[in-house]
């Protein structure tokens, strides 16, 4: 059975506004895109905000805490989940901690 999941990409082009170079999207890590779809599922927030960056919902933009000017698209993608799903992302650690 074929479930619909929710995901959040940012354009992560070199120069986001370009209509020169190709298409580059970046999806959100599943904590990340949680945090979002939460946020705008509520319809009541504007703005969430995800460590260095807020999302401002009504304009699809990323936008940096420290630097209003660095601004990247985002988009909002209904997928087709298998049924099983996908591991989270970064779920495993690529350098295991051996306990001493």
Do not use: C
Request: glycine share 2%.
């Amino acid at each position: 059975m074929t479930q619909k999941s929710i995901e959040w990409f940012w354009k992560s082009n070199d120069n986001p506004f370009s209509n020169e170079e190709s298409v580059d999207w970046n999806r959100y890590s599943d904590v990340e895109n949680a945090i979002i779809e939460e946020a705008f599922s509520t319809l009541k927030k504007t703005h969430v905000i995800i460590d260095d960056y807020h999302i401002d919902f009504e304009h699809r933009v990323q936008i940096a805490n420290d630097d209003k000017t660095k601004q990247r698209p985002i988009k909002r993608v209904e997928m087709n989940k298998e049924e099983g799903g996908r591991l989270r992302e970064a779920r495993f650690m690529p350098n295991p901690i051996v306990p001493s």
